[in-house]
């Protein structure tokens, strides 16, 4: 006997009565029958709503064969009545979801002529896949239409069509279908063949908000919110981009610019620091002059210095240089051979005796070691 679909008649009913048919253990807990539900099974790229049954949890509802299947954490008496409770929030954010992905997806399969290849509800955003080259400024403009059909809160209309009633209907599918079909029409926006739950008017979206537009396979994967978590989402953005401006004395719409006055300030800056950084190198390799080989420590410092400094002193001095830096037992290095004398046996000799990676060619290598100073100063004595 199939389940009667209590969420079909009503998708904002948030309680029901209904007579257990049959409860098994099962994995991850009990698979309970009703004889009649208002949980949503998982299909269609929409998640399962939970909540509970008399007192057991709804962890997760799955249909087979019409017949609908609530797994619980704890059994539940066979032929006796239950009360329902469906998770409210979650039902509500997967219309929301549902519906607004809708709306967008007929207004973008409308204006590129394509088809929606893929839909996923995820627990954090919702993605959806077309086989069109949409840009993100086209989708912007799409985000803006859907936003005016939402506000202007049009009545959504669901019916079971099939036969030649269906032969009548233009609607979006993945697949020819046969039999009874649910067609959800969002008139002036969508149409489409759906098993899933949605609002009753357009207004009960409240928003939608794309996230990205990227290429996946022959055409783009877009990620987009819609309702709450739009909501949620904005106020989050907002709230850190209000965070950043306090950091840099603007207020929220003018961080853009500021970031990129500070972007050209630091560029210029770290320049600066880079031709200083080469008039210190060069001084100190003066300074090694009439020396051979060099060994030295450093305060850490980035790769790039490391080997700069390394390659100014065996400028100088025309032997090995070798420079470390860094503290205790963890030191990054940078040898030289000025002649570009082949190193890499000696360098796979410290690293061997000094717990070391990294290595090189022609006369250079690079990388570290975890050893004390006294450990490294006695490795080159040797």
């Excluded at 009913?13 to 007579?19: H, L, Y």
């Excluded at 004395?249 to 880079?274: M, T, Y």
């Amino acid at each position: 006997m199939e389940t009667e679909k209590l969420y079909y008649e009503d998708p904002f009913r948030r309680e029901f009565s209904a007579r257990v048919i049959s409860c098994r253990a099962d994995k991850g807990g009990f698979a309970v029958v009703l004889d009649r539900t208002a949980f949503y099974p998982e299909g269609g790229g929409q998640g399962a709503d939970h909540g509970t049954l008399g007192g057991a949890a709804v962890l997760d509802v799955h249909e087979k064969d019409g017949v609908i299947v609530h797994l619980c954490d704890r059994e539940l008496p066979v032929g006796e009545p239950v009360e329902g409770r469906l998770d409210w929030n979650r039902r509500f954010d997967h219309m929301q979801q549902h519906s607004g992905e809708h709306i967008c997806s007929g207004l973008i399969c409308a204006r590129w002529h394509c088809d929606n290849v893929g839909f996923h509800m995820g627990a954090d955003t919702v993605t959806i896949d077309f086989n069109a080259d949409i840009s993100w400024q086209e989708l912007l403009e799409i985000e803006a239409e859907a936003n005016a059909y939402i506000y202007e809160d049009h009545p959504v209309d669901i019916r079971t069509c099939r036969g030649a009633e269906l032969d009548t209907v233009e609607y979006r599918s993945k697949k020819a279908l046969e039999g009874d079909v649910r067609i959800v029409s969002f008139d002036g926006a969508d149409c489409c063949a759906c098993c899933g739950t949605h609002v009753a008017r357009s207004g009960q979206v409240g928003l939608v908000k794309f996230l990205s537009c990227q290429k996946f396979r022959e055409g783009v994967r877009i990620e987009m919110l819609a309702g709450e978590r739009a909501l949620r989402y904005l106020s989050g953005v907002y709230e850190a981009a209000r965070g950043v401006g306090q950091k840099l004395s603007v207020k929220p719409g003018e961080i853009l610019a500021a970031v990129e006055k500070q972007a050209e300030e630091l560029s210029a800056a770290k320049n600066r620091a880079s031709e200083l950084e080469g008039e210190v190198f060069a001084a100190e390799a003066r300074a090694l002059a009439g020396q051979s080989d060099v060994l030295l420590f450093k305060p850490a410092m980035q790769g790039g210095s490391l080997r700069r400094l390394a390659d100014a002193v065996a400028g100088v001095c025309g032997g090995l240089t070798a420079v470390f830096s860094g503290g205790g037992e963890n030191y990054s290095y940078a040898l030289i051979h000025a002649g570009g004398e082949d190193i890499s046996q000696r360098v796979r000799t410290m690293n061997e005796a000094l717990n070391g990676r990294g290595g090189g060619r022609n006369g250079f290598a690079q990388g570290s070691v975890r050893a004390a100073r006294e450990e490294i100063e006695a490795f080159f004595k040797g």
